[in-house]
């Protein structure tokens, strides 16, 4: 996936707020009915394809729930594309097109 370079502490070509407006339509097709629902954490990571290469992952809640069964995570890349996020380390992830 090409994705516009990022190499901190420059400023982000790609903003969190973009990256949630981005992701919730996705989200929403997996959560449903979106009551109760709520954005509950933002990261960043590198790519592993491309370290110089950012993605967000973006994850929902439910409301008044703990469990990680009950929230949905969506990779929106600095272009602004989402897709399906997989890691075997942490903070290097790859980000599939969906």
């Known amino acids: ?46 790519l592993r394809q491309r370290p110089e290469s950012w993605c967000y992952k973006v994850g929902f809640r439910q409301e008044g729930r703990e469990a990680m069964d009950r929230s949905v995570n969506i990779g929106v890349d600095f272009a602004g594309r989402v897709g399906t996020m997989s890691t075997n380390s942490p903070g290097n992830v790859e980000l599939n097109s969906n």
Do not use: C
């Open 1 to 46: 996936m090409a994705t516009p370079e990022w190499v901190p502490p420059q400023p982000s070509p790609f903003s969190a707020e973009k990256a949630v407006y981005a992701a919730l339509p996705i989200a929403y097709s997996f959560i449903g009915d979106a009551n109760g629902w709520y954005v509950g954490r933002i990261n960043l990571h590198s």
